[in-house]
């Protein structure tokens, strides 16, 4: 069975029939600063705020928390919810997901910008989307991944 898949694999790249990697630049303004991403298309993204149904971007940590104030960049960093939303300054734009993994459940902070742009080769347009802080893959050739509304 694992013969016949690997043949099925090769023989749609020998025919051209692969699906290629797409990515996609978000810029996102963060509370003053703008940050750039790019970002790997994932249709099986389907992480999503409960309450208002938008999608989440899940960004690399470090990319995201160079970008924020000081005080919410410390508190995003606590496994706790309570410190994520203690500033009242910053809680207005902090939204709690929801998410299970191989690993368990937990509680995923996301952040909604103040303005979010999608380019997907020459076009460019606004989006709405959350962006959540997540450890990400070292050597990765992108720093989000994002599911296509």
Request: charged share 20%; aromatic share 6%.
């Given at each position: 069975?694992?013969?016949a898949?690997?043949?099925?694999?090769?023989?749609?790249?020998?025919l051209?029939?692969?699906k290629?990697?797409?990515?996609v630049?978000?810029?996102?303004?963060?509370?003053?600063k703008t940050?750039?991403?790019r970002a790997?298309?994932?249709?099986?993204?389907l992480?999503r705020?409960?309450i208002?149904?938008?999608?989440v971007?899940?960004a690399d940590?470090?990319r995201?928390l160079e970008a924020?104030?000081?005080s919410l960049?410390?508190?995003?960093?606590?496994p706790?919810?309570?410190?994520?939303l203690?500033?009242?300054?910053?809680?207005t734009?902090?939204?709690?997901?929801?998410?299970?993994?191989?690993?368990?459940k937990?509680?995923?902070p996301?952040?909604?910008?103040e303005?979010?742009?999608l380019t997907?080769g020459?076009e460019?347009?606004?989006?709405d989307y959350?962006?959540?802080?997540?450890?990400?893959?070292e050597?990765?050739?992108f720093?989000?991944i994002?599911?296509?509304?």
């Amino acid at each position: 069975a694992a013969l016949a898949g690997l043949a099925t694999v090769q023989g749609g790249r020998l025919l051209g029939l692969s699906k290629k990697t797409e990515y996609v630049s978000v810029t996102a303004d963060l509370f003053g600063k703008t940050v750039t991403l790019r970002a790997l298309v994932d249709t099986g993204n389907l992480l999503r705020e409960p309450i208002s149904g938008r999608s989440v971007i899940v960004a690399d940590r470090a990319r995201i928390l160079e970008a924020l104030p000081k005080s919410l960049s410390q508190a995003l960093q606590s496994p706790y919810a309570e410190k994520w939303l203690a500033d009242e300054r910053y809680a207005t734009h902090i939204r709690l997901v929801p998410t299970s993994t191989a690993t368990g459940k937990q509680m995923l902070p996301a952040i909604l910008p103040e303005r979010l742009t999608l380019t997907a080769g020459k076009e460019t347009y606004p989006a709405d989307y959350l962006i959540a802080p997540a450890p990400m893959e070292e050597n990765a050739d992108f720093d989000a991944i994002i599911a296509m509304n």
